[in-house]
């Protein structure tokens, strides 16, 4: 099972705008919608922020935007801030496995 | 709201089974809308996908470790369950339980995004 593949690294600063791709396949986030993010802070669960490929949960800041363009995802956040230095993976339904994700990006806010 | 807690030994020895309970409150577990997933994370290491079940009990299972998960629920106790046998020290990690939609399509079923999460409970592989 091939996880998705995610930058290991990215970093921007306050109130610049990051983007973080997360390529897959045709059997998974070149075919379906179903694609999500999570950002995950040290030492807690994972929190959704992107789901069906460009939704937020509500209550979630605008800041957060997600896209698709062919078998590669893409989260945005715009405005960065202090709290926004997390991981964040990607994860997507896959014909073979259900549910794959993605190694992770660590982000830094310089 | 729903809440998810994991509860289970923290401590296993090889070649001996791991075993979890995630207990749901706030909501019943016998809901066609989610699955109910078990999701791992090593060390210093990213989000592993376990498996899930419905509450009729249909499990889906990572083929990476499908010879060794087994996922049970028990609507009357609104808990699931996971047990996976002869562990190693590279089944250390902390194990989240999670909500996973599910989505009712045209051309089939399909697993969406974790809204909501257990703490996570570390479990460590060792004699």
């Known amino acids: 099972q091939s996880a998705l593949t995610q930058p290991a690294s990215v970093s921007g600063s306050p109130g610049q705008s990051i983007t973080i791709s997360c390529t897959g396949t045709?059997?998974?986030?070149?075919?379906?919608?179903?694609v999500s993010w999570y950002q995950q802070h040290p030492g807690k669960a994972p929190k959704l922020i992107i789901y069906d490929v460009s939704n937020r949960p509500s209550g979630l800041s605008d800041r957060f935007s997600g896209s698709k363009s062919g078998n590669m995802a893409s989260l945005t956040i715009s405005g960065l801030q202090a709290e926004d230095e997390a991981d964040y993976y990607c994860?997507?339904?896959?014909?073979?496995?259900?549910?794959?994700f993605g190694g992770g990006t660590k982000l830094t806010v310089l | 709201q729903v809440q998810l807690q994991e509860s289970g030994p923290g401590q296993v020895k090889p070649s001996e089974t791991l075993s979890l309970t995630c207990t749901v409150s706030g909501g019943s577990i016998s809901t066609s809308s989610f699955y109910w997933a078990w999701i791992r994370q090593p060390p210093g290491k990213g989000l592993e996908w376990i498996g899930s079940?419905?509450?009729?009990?249909?499990?889906y299972y990572s083929p990476s470790l499908k010879s060794r998960v087994t996922i049970s629920v028990d609507e009357s106790k609104n808990q699931f369950s996971l047990k996976l046998n002869s562990v190693t020290a590279a089944d250390t990690a902390v194990y989240y339980c999670?909500?996973?939609?599910?989505?009712?399509?045209?051309?089939?079923?399909?697993?969406?995004?974790?809204?909501?999460w257990g703490q996570g409970t570390t479990v460590t592989v060792s004699s």
């Open positions: 994860s997507s339904y896959t014909t073979r496995t259900s549910v794959v």
């Open positions: 079940i419905f509450y009729t009990g249909s499990s």
């Open positions: 045709s059997s998974d986030v070149g075919s379906y919608k179903f």
């Open positions: 999670a909500r996973e939609s599910r989505i009712v399509g045209d051309f089939g079923v399909y697993n969406g995004a974790c809204d909501i």
